[in-house]
């Protein structure tokens, strides 16, 4: 075996390697169990901790996902030559029209002086955290490809998500718990491909709290406690399961589907006693309540998964999603992006603040954005089309430098024209930050090394603290 060839081990050889105190690496370019790479762990199998492949910033990540495409312009990326040219013809054909100002006014925030809308006062707070990118690009101005692509690095094939990526190189710290976790996905946009692992084993999935336009209050895992039987019996029942598959595994050597399901039946009867408690937010004071803004009706749902975020990391849980929906304003942009502005900018400031007090900010890298942005132009009266050529988003602790802006679009912001920031390059960024190269991260697929960032992507050093 080669350095470059990545390792894949059976859950068998994994056992074994387990047995001698040495973690699971399966890294292209660190494709030996190497005392000095890997960690001792007495958790086995695919989500046993695992070394970073270099010192790493960021140690988890959560995911503030906007789905539909928030409006840079009216948020994060100030544009005051739109008022000066408003009414102005701009762009050709179909994907063009009158250049429309912003209908919120942008104010600089904090020692840094980051330009940041009203629309976001509670967010602009937080100003010298915030690492703004407001030269990011990404191929396609359509929903699902944009989406698919922003999760998952590729819009013409099924590949697995960021998520899934990020609990494939490192695995995650609490074995009773589920390593990725997204909550309130949208049910359309491709769905479940947006958390899945495709071809990585089954255990590097999301595990999906809730869907998109429903109250979280009222999610759950489905399944998450039997009343027919006690925990003794569902063991005994399990062991004798689990032996069956053990031994069909004795035939097969190798079988990555049956493998995945041994880890799954076990995962499933571990977070019976761990998820529903951890789920359970009537513990928290009412400080904490007020904080993220729970019990007010405009901020309440994403109070709630704000608070659930911080609780999964804090109990050792390695990527959150939450996702938040509705900012496809190509008509009603004033009240629309008002109300989900509302709706967001209260508990994302309560959740960077209980980060920070806690001190887990400086390691924990909170992300903020959409697929992509908004043109400057007016649709209809009151609203903007898509914009993937040029959008903004932003990234605070885990290793990125808070207080700058990065990158530039135009003057009416329409196209980044410096330090450009492809999705890839923010894939390669975030994994950079988590220590693993994005080179060397693989999967032997359909006869190649698959990676996040396919053959792109290059890390965006500017960023880094």
């Not at 919120?104 to 010298?128: C, T």
Request: glycine letters at 10%; proline letters at 5%.
């Amino acid at each position: 075996m080669t350095d470059s060839t990545p390792l894949l081990l059976s859950r068998r050889a994994a056992l074994k390697a387990a047995a001698s105190g040495f973690g699971y690496l399966a890294f292209a370019g660190l494709s030996t169990w190497s005392a000095e790479r890997a960690r001792p762990t007495t958790a086995v199998g695919p989500l046993a901790p695992k070394l970073p492949q270099f010192p790493a910033r960021a140690k988890r990540v959560i995911f503030l996902c906007m789905e539909g495409g928030p409006s840079h312009v009216d948020t994060f990326d100030h544009k005051p030559k739109l008022a000066i040219d408003a009414g102005r013809r701009f762009g050709d054909g179909a994907r063009g029209g009158q250049l429309m100002p912003s209908a919120w006014k942008f104010n600089r925030h904090g020692q840094s002086g980051l330009w940041i809308s009203e629309l976001f006062p509670q967010v602009a707070r937080h100003a010298d955290d915030l690492c703004v990118i407001n030269s990011m690009q990404t191929d396609l101005p359509n929903h699902p490809q944009a989406f698919a692509q922003m999760h998952t690095g590729a819009f013409q094939f099924r590949r697995p998500s960021v998520g899934a990526w990020t609990l494939y190189g490192l695995g995650t710290e609490n074995q009773d718990l589920p390593g990725f976790v997204t909550i309130s996905p949208p049910a359309n946009l491709c769905g479940p491909l947006n958390y899945g692992s495709s071809f990585l084993p089954a255990a590097y999935q999301g595990t999906r709290i809730g869907f998109s336009n429903r109250p979280v209050a009222d999610a759950a895992i489905a399944n998450a406690t039997n009343p027919r039987s006690s925990t003794a019996a569902q063991r005994l029942q399990l062991d004798f399961l689990q032996s069956v598959n053990r031994r069909a595994l004795e035939r097969e050597i190798v079988s990555p589907e049956l493998e995945g399901v041994i880890d799954s039946y076990e995962l499933a009867f571990r977070m019976q006693g761990a998820l529903p408690k951890l789920m359970d937010l009537s513990g928290e004071t009412e400080a904490t309540r007020r904080l993220y803004g729970m019990g007010d009706q405009a901020t309440d749902d994403f109070a709630r998964q704000c608070l659930l975020a911080r609780r999964f990391v804090e109990a050792g849980v390695r990527f959150v999603e939450l996702c938040h929906g509705g900012w496809d304003q190509h008509r009603q942009l004033k009240e629309a992006h008002g109300r989900n502005a509302a709706a967001v900018d209260k508990p994302i400031a309560g959740l960077l603040a209980d980060l920070k007090g806690r001190d887990l900010l400086k390691d924990t890298l909170v992300i903020w954005g959409g697929e992509f942005g908004r043109a400057p132009y007016a649709q209809g009266s009151d609203g903007r089309d898509h914009n993937a050529k040029g959008y903004s988003l932003w990234m605070a602790g885990g290793g990125v430098r808070g207080g700058l802006a990065f990158g530039r679009t135009d003057d009416y912001g329409y196209e980044a024209v410096d330090d450009k920031v492809h999705v890839h390059d923010w894939h390669a960024t975030i994994l950079h930050l988590l220590g693993l190269d994005h080179q060397k991260l693989t999967y032997r697929y359909a006869g190649r090394d698959v990676r996040l960032t396919d053959v792109k992507g290059n890390v965006v050093k500017g960023i880094l603290a």
